[in-house]
């Protein structure tokens, strides 16, 4: 990891000791790291910023529909943190992707915009604790100003605020970035499982062609993929390595590919192709599923049901068939108001 710098700041040390547990190689003890995450949300509590603990209530409430998808709630976005694989994958791949554009930057500081940043700002605040503000700046940007207000005031109170450089309050969908010096990195976790509701392929859009051309869009590639089951659930018993093969020999095509290269394009769209299910498919027997698969930075890696990105999302199952044995379907991407992978029977 780089060297961050020091600092006396009472709720620093504690969080980098957190750090230290949460980012420890993934084969050592889960029960700890997950007790890390709920430690670093204590003491964001603490802060007297935003207690996700308590403001259950506003679980349901609070977010709003925009032009290109769903803003989640204050609420949903603080307890993003306490999905324990979601929060140490983003976290090190983001670190490993600043790193990484820090190698190739002879001017120095880069700067990074966190797009969605939520109540805590949480992978720009937390990618702090390995840096120095002369190497990084970070431009925290969110539709609802609670959230930037919430990330200032948490910046403050750990003795980081001069990691950042600006505030937005806008939609990052239509965002354009306003300073003479390059945007180097983009970070937004703005998903759901089939990039289904939330607006990251329309953030994606816009910003990814903003980007300085050495710049870095996190993460770096979502992909989506088409799946055959036999059943909804995946035999738990397996290792590990037979699970994933299990879950690629489910695999039957790419949909699609969400990355800086596919995010450029001029149409501001992201074509689907049309696919023929294999012959083998029965709607009464199998399901017919999108899987998530999503890469942060370098081998930092979500797979299938690692959280709630990447659980399968069904498009036809045997208690409730849609599609028909033998159908070719035709695919798209809407980016709308709800945004999602759209399919039809193909007709011609």
């Known amino acids: 990891m780089p060297?961050?710098?020091?600092?006396?700041?009472?709720?620093?040390?504690?969080?980098?000791?957190?750090?230290?547990?949460?980012?420890?190689?993934?084969?050592?003890n889960w029960q700890a790291k997950r007790e890390a995450c709920h430690t670093i949300a204590g003491?964001?509590?603490?802060?007297?910023?935003?207690?996700?603990y308590t403001e259950k209530e506003t679980e349901q409430a609070g977010g709003i529909w925009l032009n290109h998808?769903?803003?989640v709630s204050t609420w949903s976005a603080a307890m993003c943190l306490l999905e324990l694989k979601r929060t140490m994958v983003f976290l090190a791949g983001l670190v490993e992707a600043i790193q990484e554009q820090l190698k190739q930057t002879k001017e120095k500081p880069i700067h990074i915009l966190d797009a969605g940043c939520g109540p805590f700002a949480l992978l720009s605040t937390l990618s702090c604790f390995y840096f120095k503000p002369e190497e990084v700046q970070f431009h925290r940007?969110?539709?609802?100003?609670d959230n930037i207000t919430a990330s200032q005031k948490l910046a403050d109170a750990l003795g980081i605020a001069d990691f950042f450089s600006s505030d937005h309050c806008t939609d990052a969908t239509n965002f354009q970035w306003p300073f003479p010096y390059p945007l180097h990195l983009v970070v937004s976790e703005?998903?759901?499982?089939?990039?289904?509701?939330?607006?990251q392929v329309a953030i994606s859009l816009n910003l990814s062609k903003q980007l300085h051309p050495t710049g870095m869009l996190i993460p770096e590639e979502v992909s989506l993929y088409l799946?055959?089951?036999?059943?909804?659930?995946?035999?738990?018993?397996?290792?590990d390595a037979e699970f994933l093969t299990e879950i690629r020999n489910m695999e039957i095509a790419c949909l699609m590919q969400l990355n800086k290269?596919?995010?450029?394009?001029?149409?501001?769209?992201?074509?689907?192709?049309?696919?023929?299910?294999?012959?083998?498919?029965q709607p009464d027997k199998h399901a017919v599923a999108v899987h998530t698969r999503i890469r942060v930075f370098g081998k930092h890696i979500l797979d299938y049901n690692d959280c709630s990105l990447t659980l399968p999302l069904?498009?036809?199952?045997?208690?409730k068939p849609r599609i028909p044995k033998g159908a070719k379907l035709d695919f798209h991407y809407s980016i709308s108001h709800s945004p999602g992978v759209q399919y039809s029977l193909h007709t011609a």
């Open 3 to 28: 060297q961050a710098r020091v600092s006396q700041n009472k709720y620093y040390q504690r969080i980098q000791e957190q750090l230290a547990i949460l980012l420890k190689p993934a084969s050592e």
């Open 43 to 52: 003491i964001f509590a603490e802060t007297d910023v935003y207690n996700l």
């Open 69 to 71: 998808g769903y803003a």
């Open 141 to 145: 940007l969110d539709i609802f100003e």
């Open 190 to 199: 703005t998903m759901l499982n089939g990039l289904r509701k939330e607006p």
């Open 227 to 239: 799946a055959i089951h036999q059943q909804t659930t995946v035999n738990s018993a397996l290792t």
């Open 261 to 281: 290269q596919t995010s450029l394009s001029k149409e501001n769209q992201i074509t689907l192709p049309t696919f023929s299910l294999p012959a083998h498919y």
């Open 314 to 319: 069904f498009l036809s199952t045997p208690t």
